[in-house]
T-cell receptor, first 109, second 117 residues
Framework: GQNIDQPTEMTATEGAIVQINCTYQTSGFNGLFWYQQHAGEAPTFLSYNVLDGLEEKGRFSSFLSRSKGYSYLLLKELQMKDSASYLCAVVTNAGKSTFGDGTTLTVKP | EAGVVQSPRYKIIEKKQPVAFWCNPISGHNTLYWYLQNLGQGPELLIRYENEEAVDDSQLPKDRFSAERLKGVDSTLKIQPAELGDSAVYLC???????????????FGPGTRLTVT
């Protein structure tokens, strides 16, 4: 089976930097996705990590350590619109996707 | 280009009644997923199709849930009979074929919010 852990909630200030962690235990790990989901809306793709290291995309970066079963999403220069749930999802070599329960981020002025 | 289309957006039914959800994926996306999402939780996979073949339906409660994707394009998810615990958002997603060593991101539809009373 697969087990994915994320903090339930986080709060940060506009303009700041926040790091959202995700740990996982899975067999046949292939890669890890991060999705953003605003309240009442569908998830949207943010990043995909297969190899160890940091992937940077604008204000968002994602890191993966396969040996540690660990990933994080780094959000810089936080904006109010970044208030959302951030979902970590693991995909196996067989193509099976498992999502964490998400981290609800609240950005305050 | 149109995104993933789902209908209906909202559905209220009484328990023991049947209900069906429809999904039309992004053109060219051969992989289609149905998820169930409860409030405060992540999406839970119900079934994954590669073209018209259900390649993973291990988490589909087959006693009451069924799905089909007859021509490898749009898909229908059915519940019969519905139970109170089925109240949730049902999300459809699609992606390009997985190939080689990697997988493609999923594009989600707006979902169908089901309320069973």
């Amino acid at each position: 089976g697969q087990n994915i852990d994320q903090p339930t909630e986080m709060t940060a200030t506009e303009g700041a930097i926040v790091q959202i962690n995700c740990t996982y235990q899975t067999s046949g790990f292939n890669g890890l996705f991060w999705y953003q989901q605003h309240a009442g809306e569908a998830p949207t793709f943010l990043s995909y990590n297969v190899l160890d290291g940091l992937e940077e995309k604008g204000r968002f970066s994602s890191f993966l350590s396969r040996s540690k079963g660990y990933s994080y999403l780094l959000l810089k220069e936080l904006q109010m619109k970044d208030s959302a749930s951030y979902l970590c999802a693991v995909v196996t070599n067989a193509g099976k996707s498992t999502f964490g329960d998400g981290t609800t981020l609240t950005v305050k002025p | 280009e149109a995104g993933v289309v789902q209908s209906p957006r909202y559905k209220i039914i009484e328990k023991k009644q049947p209900v069906a959800f429809w999904c039309n994926p992004i053109s060219g996306h051969n992989t289609l997923y149905w998820y169930l999402q409860n409030l405060g939780q992540g999406p839970e996979l119900l079934i994954r199709y590669e073209n018209e073949e259900a390649v993973d339906d291990s988490q589909l409660p087959k006693d009451r849930f069924s799905a089909e994707r007859l021509k490898g394009v749009d898909s229908t998810l059915k519940i019969q009979p519905a139970e109170l615990g089925d109240s949730a958002v049902y999300l459809c997603a699609s992606s390009l074929d997985s190939g080689g060593q990697g997988f493609y991101e999923q594009y989600f539809g707006p979902g169908t919010r089901l309320t069973v009373t």
